[in-house]
């Protein structure tokens, strides 16, 4: 009686399981295909052949081409968002954590090139972008805490503080990895690797200048607010 019981308890998590890991497996031959295609030239078919699946499977789990879409870069943004909330809200000094963010995005980018790629063709047509309509549900939360860190260094950011940090950690390791890579595509693993570093420490003095800038722009009017 006690067996019969165990089995009713465990054996519906099986199916779950394995329903779980489909999802995940269609969402990441899905964001490969997008960022590989974009959105128009990829087909349920497509993403049905990859992961070995016909295209009722797909539709199990996505009922149309956009949700699948529309899923695959909210899972892509939530991976940054994690990445980089769990070091903002760390107890070291705030510019540390400011630069620590930085350095994860592009760590993060380098380990999921298309990850780049899709991003870039999202940022092609803001029109009609899903990130347009996902990252200000997620996104605010981050820069909510890139504008504690900056106020914890003494400095009251404005939006375009915040715009500024963006797009010196974001905008060029995304031009980087998703177009100027497969440029160097002849190089050898070692190069790359030594390249994305590089590119990594730039951006990272890129950050540390703008706070330099943002210290330097402010410190006359906290000098005439003392007068």
Not at 24 to 34: D, H, N, P, S, V
Not at 155 to 165: Q, W
Not at 185 to 195: D, F
Not at 201 to 208: A, C, I, M, P, V
């Amino acid at each position: 009686m006690t067996r019969a019981r165990r089995k009713v308890a465990t054996g519906p998590k099986r199916p779950q399981k394995r329903s779980e890991r489909n999802r995940q497996r269609i969402l990441a031959a899905a964001e490969r295909l997008f960022a590989e295609r974009g959105y128009s030239d990829t087909s349920i078919d497509a993403v049905a052949e990859a992961v070995d699946m016909y295209q009722p499977g797909i539709y199990y789990y996505f009922p149309n081409k956009q949700v699948l879409y529309e899923e695959v870069v909210r899972a892509a943004i939530t991976s940054l968002d994690d990445r980089v909330k769990e070091l903002l809200v760390s107890s070291d000094p705030p510019e540390e954590r400011l630069l620590a963010s930085a350095a994860a995005w592009v760590d993060l980018l380098t380990e999921r090139p298309t990850l780049a790629r899709l991003m870039l063709h999202e940022a092609a047509k803001p029109e009609s972008s899903a990130i347009a309509r996902i990252l200000p549900e997620m996104g605010g939360r981050v820069q909510a805490m890139i504008e504690a860190a900056f106020r914890e260094l003494g400095l009251e950011p404005t939006p375009d503080d915040v715009f500024h940090y963006a797009s010196v950690t974001t905008g060029a390791a995304l031009f980087f990895v998703a177009a100027m890579q497969p440029l160097m595509s002849g190089r050898k693993e070692p190069e790359v690797t030594r390249s994305m570093e590089r590119h990594k420490q730039l951006l990272l003095s890129g950050t540390r200048d703008l706070i330099r800038t943002m210290r330097e722009e402010r410190a006359p009017l906290e000098r005439a607010g003392n007068e």
